[in-house]
């Protein structure tokens, strides 16, 4: 995966993933300035997981968001389509079930989980508005999707300082920090390209969700998007079949 190929060919994207698996959560510590763990937590509080919940976490990594989500006593699938990732959170989370699949073709049935969430990697999937469908396919009537990602600050200043972060800093910092640095300025110039959060809101509503909200965090630079897989047919789908029948 170079910088110019931003098609995010599954393949590639995950054989990038795999060559930074070692060391993937401490290189998200650098780049982020400790602000992944603060993400983390905010993340998981939204889930709002407890003992009688399946979760499903998509894009799991290592398991490090898994792992948290645990903690609240909740039983947690995590799912990444890196092997390299996968092995790596086996060895380090023997606890948590992780399986190697796609997000676009979920290998669950209808209706299994009662909160699905993503931290940080639905902009790398090849067709991220497929994957949100599929993540209601997946999610119990009034289960709840989390997803926590890369935004854009709404005030200009803050937005022209993270771009040049995004351009200059990131691929600089990841040099030193990484095994992979090309990986990261894949990953830079990913979240430049990502839509903003009014988009992202639009996507949610478009594969079914209900309950759109989000928040920002970090003045922006995250955002927290939250919804709900409808409990019930809307009154206005229900409507529409009493006047057919």
């Given at each position: ?76 699938v995590a799912l990444d389509f890196s092997h390299g ?105 990913s979240i430049a390209q990502w839509p903003d959060q ?18 920002n965090l970090s003045f922006g630079i995250v955002a ?22």
């Amino acid at each position: 995966m170079t910088k110019a190929d931003m098609n995010k060919q599954p393949a590639e994207v995950a054989s990038m993933f795999d060559g930074v698996a070692a060391n993937y959560d401490r290189t998200n510590d650098v780049l982020s300035a400790g602000n992944a763990a603060l993400w983390r937590v905010a993340t998981v509080k939204a889930i709002g997981a407890g003992p009688a919940d399946r979760v499903l976490d998509i894009a799991a990594g290592t398991g490090t968001s898994s792992a948290a989500i645990a903690k609240r006593g909740a039983e947690v699938v995590a799912l990444d389509f890196s092997h390299g990732m996968v092995e790596v959170g086996r060895k380090r989370h023997p606890e948590i079930e992780f399986i190697e699949g796609d997000a676009e073709k979920l290998p669950f049935d209808d209706a299994t989980f009662d909160a699905v969430t993503i931290s940080f990697g639905l902009r790398n999937v090849n067709r991220p508005q497929v994957a949100l469908a599929e993540m209601n396919r997946v999610l119990k009537p009034g289960g709840r999707l989390v997803v926590c990602e890369f935004s854009t600050p709404p005030f200009g200043l803050l937005r022209a300082a993270y771009r040049a972060y995004l351009r200059f800093g990131m691929p600089f910092i990841a040099r030193f920090a990484s095994s992979n640095g090309p990986a990261y300025t894949y990953l830079a110039d990913s979240i430049a390209q990502w839509p903003d959060q009014q988009v992202l809101s639009q996507w949610l509503r478009g594969a079914g969700f209900s309950r759109v909200a989000y928040r920002n965090l970090s003045f922006g630079i995250v955002a927290l998007h939250r919804g709900r897989k409808p409990s019930a047919p809307s009154t206005r789908a229900s409507s529409k079949k009493r006047a057919t029948s």
